[in-house]
């Protein structure tokens, strides 16, 4: 059996990821200091035989016993809001955790997939974009922690596959959304649906002209996983190709919760960025991948786990 180490696994994507893996017959090791994960994330799975949690920090130097097939590398605050709280723990998560996880993966002869970010390409001034742009990036901005945290952790990846010939994987990730998400993840999609769901007025930051492209967490999972089987060790984009503005989504929201919230507008943040749509050319060529649930099946499928976490936490 394959054995493989989730870093971050007890969060949105790592733990869906972890599902995937022990549905496909691998043992995993779910590691997570759970600043921003959740164990709640991976409860389900904590009797599970071929299935192990770790709490430890990536930023110390990981110490797996036997072998390991697979390392994937999704540790790292993801969210504004979470990284504008954590500005030097997302960095040393960057560099120092990604360091520690290629030192492992050269140790175990590991296949290493890297969680990187569609936010590499900063605020791009092409759209939609491609992996060969480099991006339009603020390194000094409040933003630029996360941004150039996986510019960094791309760097050193492919520093690793040049000089020690590690074998690595580059998922360049677009905005995902799905079950278990946090309530007070802070980005627009958790934010629109808890606030709809409460009757709260609904933030929409700048005008709403900016854009999106929001891609259901199961696709992005198979994505994920065929990117990690396959023999390319360039950054790949993988989200949905279907863009739309912020205002026309929240507006959606609303109306598939049938909320009576208003929408209400705040300034946009800074480096905030106008437009945000992959192009995913290299992934339906070279992984014959694509998504396949609509944003209006997804949001069907995501609202019912709000529903009951927001009843959940009105109980406690």
């Known amino acids: 059996m394959a054995r493989a180490l989730v870093t971050g696994g007890g969060g949105f994507l790592g733990s869906h990821l972890c599902d995937r893996l022990i549905q496909e017959g691998h043992v995993v090791l779910c590691l997570d200091n759970l600043l921003t994960g959740r164990s709640a994330n991976v409860a389900h799975l904590m009797d599970h035989e071929h299935f192990t949690l770790v709490q430890h920090d990536v930023t110390k130097p990981i110490e797996i016993e036997g072998p390991l097939d697979y390392i994937l590398h999704f540790a790292s605050p993801a969210s504004p809001k979470d990284y504008g709280k954590h500005p030097i723990h997302t960095l040393k998560v960057g560099a120092i955790g990604t360091y520690h996880a290629l030192g492992l993966a050269k140790a175990k002869g590991a296949v290493l997939l890297l969680a990187s970010s569609s936010e590499v390409y900063g605020d791009p001034e092409v759209s939609p974009q491609v992996e060969s742009y480099w991006g339009h990036v603020n390194p000094v901005g409040p933003r630029s922690c996360y941004d150039e945290a996986k510019r960094y952790a791309e760097a050193i990846t492919m520093a690793y596959y040049r000089v020690h010939h590690v074998q690595v994987r580059i998922a360049r990730i677009f905005n995902t959304y799905g079950p278990r998400m946090r309530l007070d993840d802070g980005r627009a999609l958790p934010n629109f649906i808890t606030q709809a769901l409460r009757g709260e007025?609904?933030?929409?930051?700048?005008?709403?002209?900016?854009?999106?492209?929001?891609?259901?967490?199961?696709?992005?999972?198979?994505?994920?996983?065929?990117?990690?089987?396959?023999?390319?060790?360039?950054?790949?984009?993988?989200?949905?190709?279907?863009?739309?503005?912020?205002?026309?989504?929240?507006?959606?929201?609303?109306?598939?919760?049938?909320?009576?919230?208003?929408?209400?507008?705040?300034?946009?943040?800074?480096?905030?960025?106008?437009?945000?749509?992959?192009?995913?050319?290299?992934?339906?060529?070279?992984?014959?991948?694509?998504?396949?649930?609509?944003?209006?099946?997804?949001?069907?499928?995501?609202?019912?786990?709000f529903q009951t976490s927001l009843k959940a936490q009105q109980t406690q």
């Open 201 to 305: 007025p609904i933030t929409v930051y700048g005008d709403g002209s900016q854009t999106r492209s929001f891609c259901y967490v199961s696709d992005l999972v198979e994505g994920l996983f065929r990117l990690l089987l396959s023999e390319e060790h360039e950054p790949v984009n993988l989200g949905n190709q279907e863009e739309v503005t912020i205002l026309q989504f929240a507006r959606e929201v609303i109306e598939i919760t049938g909320s009576q919230s208003e929408i209400i507008f705040q300034p946009l943040p800074q480096d905030d960025p106008k437009v945000r749509r992959p192009d995913i050319t290299k992934a339906k060529k070279i992984l014959d991948w694509e998504p396949r649930v609509s944003r209006l099946e997804g949001l069907k499928q995501t609202i019912p786990y």
